[in-house]
């Protein structure tokens, strides 16, 4: 098949830096160039994705500017009317299809990484029919909305041949990994571990709004051999967190979308204690990767408990469940599947 790939123009593909859904579709444009798939990538001007067999740079670089908007929806339908693929994989603008679900008969799959707005995807349906499927990054994404049929969850993916089980390591603290911030649970997971009197190790940045959160919850609690604070990590710094962790806590305070660092300490073998928010029902499984649990008090008991899962089946229910491959996969079954409509 011939797949567009589409994201937003303000960040390119792979990012050089932050760019968590840029990240994703490089990683899928690999996937699919592997499985023999053409891949057309719309993205930034400055992407340098190499799986791609052809680059195109937005001519409207704001996706927030009404604009701009309709530039890039009239370049991607003379972009479809040109190249003809067999399908549209869309991390961009659901506006940005509205030409094409009316002057074409492209197939397309729509995804989504955060919250979803249910008049815009029903207006999109009722236009596109069954052009068009909806995918979120889990579940809870799209748990209320009446009509289901067009939705399916397919989860983000990690690299699970860099994130992978050490032979043999001493793991000898639990583990925290995200932005230092009230939503993120900062401060429950120091006071997890400081009523089950094990040592916790936190990595991640301050945002500047946040600095005060800092200097009040975490900082007072910062001892050697009680609670650490190590800052923000590279991947080689993240893989040696995870994987010397017995296990990572992720006491979100919000419907967090997916959460793809629970899907690389799994990937480690390093099981996750996460409250009972957002994706956590779906990723964790009690006592087989993990545990969910509902408060701080939950949370202490678990991390006593955590010593008895085991790592291997951990790291390998990790590459199966959400290993590159496994999840694009998933995505080219779901063309497939819409090819038969």
């Not at 932050?18 to 992407?47: P, T």
Request: net charge positive.
């Amino acid at each position: 098949m011939k797949i567009f790939l589409t994201v937003d123009p303000e960040i390119p593909v792979p990012p050089t830096a932050y760019g968590g859904i840029e990240r994703i579709v490089d990683g899928l444009a690999k996937e699919y160039k592997a499985a023999g798939h053409n891949v057309v990538l719309v993205a930034n001007a400055q992407s340098t994705c190499s799986y791609a067999t052809k680059i195109v740079g937005w001519k409207g670089f704001s996706s927030g500017k009404i604009l701009h908007t309709v530039k890039n929806a009239f370049q991607l339908l003379k972009l479809v009317v040109k190249e003809k693929p067999d399908a549209i994989h869309s991390f961009s603008r659901l506006l940005y299809l509205y030409p094409v679900f009316v002057f074409t008969k492209t197939r397309v799959i729509q995804s989504y990484q955060r919250a979803i707005s249910k008049k815009s995807t029903a207006l999109a349906a009722a236009i596109a029919g069954n052009k068009l499927q909806f995918t979120a990054c889990a579940g809870h994404l799209f748990k209320d909305f009446e009509d289901k049929s067009k939705w399916t969850a397919i989860y983000n993916f990690t690299d699970t041949d860099y994130f992978n089980l050490p032979n043999a390591n001493a793991r000898n603290y639990f583990a925290f990994l995200g932005r230092i911030e009230p939503i993120k649970g900062t401060a429950e997971a120091i006071e997890a571990c400081l009523m089950a009197k094990q040592k916790l190790v936190i990595a991640g940045n301050i945002p500047q709004e946040y600095k005060a959160y800092f200097e009040e919850k975490v900082q007072p609690y910062l001892q050697k051999d009680v609670v650490e604070y190590i800052g923000p990590v590279n991947d080689k710094q993240k893989k040696e967190l995870l994987q010397n962790a017995k296990a990572m806590l992720f006491p979100i305070q919000w419907e967090e979308p997916f959460g793809i660092v629970m899907a690389e300490a799994l990937a480690c073998g390093t099981p996750v204690i996460g409250f009972n928010r957002g994706s956590v029902p779906e990723v964790i499984s009690n006592s087989i990767n993990g545990f969910i649990v509902s408060d701080t008090n939950e949370m202490e008991q678990k991390i006593h408990e955590v010593g008895n899962v085991d790592h291997l089946v951990v790291s390998n229910t990790a590459k199966e469940r959400f290993g590159s491959s496994v999840i694009a996969r998933q995505y080219l079954l779901l063309l497939s599947q819409q090819k038969k409509l």
